[in-house]
Nanobody
Framework: QVQLVESGGGLVQAGGSLRLSCAAS????????MGWLRQAPGKEREFVAA????????YYADSVKGRFTISRDNAKNTVYLQMNSLKPEDTAVYYC??????????????????WGQGTQVTVSS
């Protein structure tokens, strides 16, 4: 099974930036479409961004388009989420996830098979 470990979360002022990283175990990382999802207190987990296994296709939630960028480096078994122009409503635990291997890209939480432990992002107003 693939194991995922997120890092890079923290406290940032509104308008600031953070870069999240997700390190994956195993030697088959490049076969998985990857995604970032988040869960705010009292809310359901929601999709944020996804990237195909090749990195050639990306998809973003409307709420983060133009502000967040997902990327991956298969040689390093790592996926990134660059977050710019952060808003207080971006505050959540952010999870890295690997999609089902038969999917090119995942846009819903139930399309992901493996999850990291999450990293907290807090944006102050």
């Amino acid at each position: 099974q693939v194991q995922l470990v997120e890092s890079g979360g923290g406290l940032v002022q509104a308008g600031g930036s953070l870069r999240l990283s997700c390190a994956a175990s195993g030697r088959t990382f490049s076969l998985y479409a990857m995604g970032w999802l988040r869960q705010a207190p009292g809310k359901e987990r929601e999709f944020v961004a996804a990237i195909s296994w090749s990195g050639g296709t990306t998809y973003y939630a409307d709420s983060v388009k133009g502000r967040f960028t997902i990327s991956r480096d298969n040689a390093k078994n790592t996926v990134y989420l660059q977050m710019n122009s952060l808003k207080p409503e971006d505050t959540a635990v952010y999870y890295c996830a690997a999609a089902r291997i038969n999917l090119r890209i995942g846009v819903r939480p139930d399309e992901y098979a493996y999850w990291g432990q999450g990293t907290q992002v807090t944006v102050s107003s």
